[in-house]
């Protein structure tokens, strides 16, 4: 009799555990915010950029979206090189539940119109957002109040 018991208390806690199964979230919307990034320029085609971004929260195709609730600033650097662009940075925001979320991005290339393109991966948090993972790409740009970051990807919540 006992050994059913804990055979069955076992299944239990297996159910349980499965229960909690991780979502895939799509990630499409648009960061709103503010930019006072500093140009750096060195030489002829050389360039360092001081990033900082603050956002005032994300516009997303599905409003119920982890990402639709955050707000927080970026930051890092970028180097401008004979047209070529590298960089890197962080970001640190908080939903609306106080969840923090810390998001990395790596600079790839840039637009005619100085928009900057790369990619952008979760790397961890509080709540919500501690286990979560994934990332996708970015295409952010413009001018003082007029920044914006357009935002792609998949991210796993736990």
Same mark, same amino acid.
């Given at each position: $009799? $006992?050994?059913?018991?804990l055979s069955i =208390? /076992?299944?239990a806690a297996l159910v349980t555990a &499965? #229960?909690?199964m991780a979502e895939t979230v799509m990630v499409k /919307?648009? #960061?709103m915010g503010s930019s006072d &990034? =500093?140009? $750096?320029p060195v030489s002829d085609g050389l360039v360092v950029v001081h990033n900082r971004t603050s956002y005032d929260g994300f516009e997303t195709e599905d409003p119920e979206s982890p990402f639709a609730s955050l707000s927080g600033s970026c930051f890092g650097a970028t180097l401008v090189e004979a047209g070529a662009v590298s960089g890197s #940075?962080?970001?640190?925001?908080?939903?609306a539940d106080g969840d923090q979320a810390v998001m990395a991005w790596t600079a790839t290339g $840039? &637009?005619?119109d100085g928009r900057v393109s790369g990619d952008w991966s979760v790397v961890g948090g509080t709540g919500k957002w501690a286990e979560a993972s994934g990332g996708g790409t970015f295409d952010a740009g413009g001018e003082g109040a007029?920044?914006?970051n357009m935002v792609t990807g998949e991210v796993e919540m736990p």
């Amino acid at each position: $009799m $006992m050994k059913r018991l804990l055979s069955i =208390m /076992g299944l239990a806690a297996l159910v349980t555990a &499965s #229960g909690a199964m991780a979502e895939t979230v799509m990630v499409k /919307g648009t #960061g709103m915010g503010s930019s006072d &990034s =500093m140009q $750096m320029p060195v030489s002829d085609g050389l360039v360092v950029v001081h990033n900082r971004t603050s956002y005032d929260g994300f516009e997303t195709e599905d409003p119920e979206s982890p990402f639709a609730s955050l707000s927080g600033s970026c930051f890092g650097a970028t180097l401008v090189e004979a047209g070529a662009v590298s960089g890197s #940075g962080n970001c640190h925001y908080t939903d609306a539940d106080g969840d923090q979320a810390v998001m990395a991005w790596t600079a790839t290339g $840039m &637009s005619e119109d100085g928009r900057v393109s790369g990619d952008w991966s979760v790397v961890g948090g509080t709540g919500k957002w501690a286990e979560a993972s994934g990332g996708g790409t970015f295409d952010a740009g413009g001018e003082g109040a007029d920044y914006t970051n357009m935002v792609t990807g998949e991210v796993e919540m736990p």
